[in-house]
């Protein structure tokens, strides 16, 4: 069974970075999509950024620049750089891995940012 463990979140100031990781286990890491994705409380689920088996990026209107998304495929990692954080960034951020029809999510972990 795909399972996705998010690690990297926490609290940080205006303007802070973080760095996020997905460990994904299970399945044939190469072939899936690998997605970050964020949810505000009181607000729907929305992309941040998804980098395919080829490595192709995509991202949110709203990073602007600001996050970078990679793939390690010997580690299967996935880490999302956060620079230039602002306070709207804050949310619970989660891993999704796609492939084909099946997609898998992992548990999410907190970011917070706030002086």
């Known amino acids: 069974q795909v399972q996705l463990v998010e690690s990297g979140g926490g609290l940080v100031q205006p303007g802070g970075s973080l760095r996020l990781s997905c460990t994904f286990s299970g399945g044939i890491f190469n072939i899936y999509t690998i997605g970050w994705y964020r949810q505000a409380p009181g607000k729907q689920r929305e992309l941040v950024a998804t980098v395919s088996s080829g490595g192709t990026t995509i991202y949110g209107d709203f990073v602007k620049g600001r996050f970078t998304i990679s793939r390690d495929n010997t580690k299967r990692t996935v880490t999302l750089q956060m620079n230039s954080l602002k306070p709207e960034d804050t949310a619970v951020y989660y891993c999704?891995?796609?492939?084909?029809?099946?997609?898998?999510w992992g548990q999410g972990t907190q970011v917070a940012v706030s002086s």
């Open positions: 999704k891995g796609t492939w084909s029809r099946n997609d898998y």
